[in-house]
């Protein structure tokens, strides 16, 4: 198969792109229209854009050797910030450790325990860049929406590229709204998709309005989309059984294991899950295959126009433990 590939006509019910009015919606476009109402305070502010994929302000680098950095980061999930936290971060960004210059310059662009002091905030983004590249984002993302000065996408750009992987969702929003270079929608589809390591991070979220609308894969990229949609389904599985499994009625005493089918009716991604090896133990199949029966999946597996999703079957094993047991899955 090559880039002709027609996606399934399932690929309209992705989440977020269920009414004709969403289709073809730049993905800046797309999150904005679903954005809640925006915070009353500079940290709620600050603390809903760190959950925003297209926003990633306050999105740290760091090593886990990097203990100053640490130290630092942890300062920006607080409501307030304590002077001898503020010394802190300000004493290691004089020192050059670039996590805490990064942490510094959102305090000072938000005014948080600081001044709002955006020329300070872009200095101190700068100096961290080199190394930490969500600073260069920062940098991008001012940039791009004339935070501090005139909205310039040529260098929004630019920055975005300079943050390497940190920066891609950026730079494929102006490349799909052709701001400050030419319109690409399938060059900014390729780069999410060369960019996507896991099942729903931003890059496979930035992607899903596009494959939405119709934007196609090449063989080699539905490959990838479909082996990293399974194991997104494996950790879904696990997640929803760990989470949302009452297990009392069940004996803990051994490990059992179950595998259950998924199958996935015409125009839904949402499977029903059916019973294909007992554990030996009806109760403990029972309260697995329930919870596990339209697991929200909500992405489609991608298959050629007509063609039906495989029937997928993936063993559970049940671990006992102290408390309660914990879940594995697998092919």
Known sequence: MTRSLALMALMATLVGCQSLENIGQSTAEYIKSRREPPPSTPMEQYLYDLRHPYVPLGTFYRSPEDKQGGACHSTVYNRTVLPAELQMVTAASEQG????????GTFYEIGHGVPKDLVRARALYLKAAPSDPYAYVELGRMARDGV????????????YRLAGPAGVVGLGGLMEQGKGGPQDVQGALNLYMATTQKHLDPAWMAMRPLLASGQPLDAEQVEKYNRLWTKGLWALQNKWLNRMTNFNSVDRSVQLTVKVLYRFPAGRTRPDAYLTQSSGNPQADAVVVKALDKLPMDDPYLMPFGQPTPDIVAPVVLMPVADKPTVRAGL
Request: net charge negative; aromatic share 10%; hydrophobic share 45%.
């Open 97 to 104: 450790n670039a996590v805490c210059q990064h942490v510094l």
């Open 148 to 159: 501090d000065a005139p909205a310039d996408f040529v260098k929004a750009r630019e920055y």
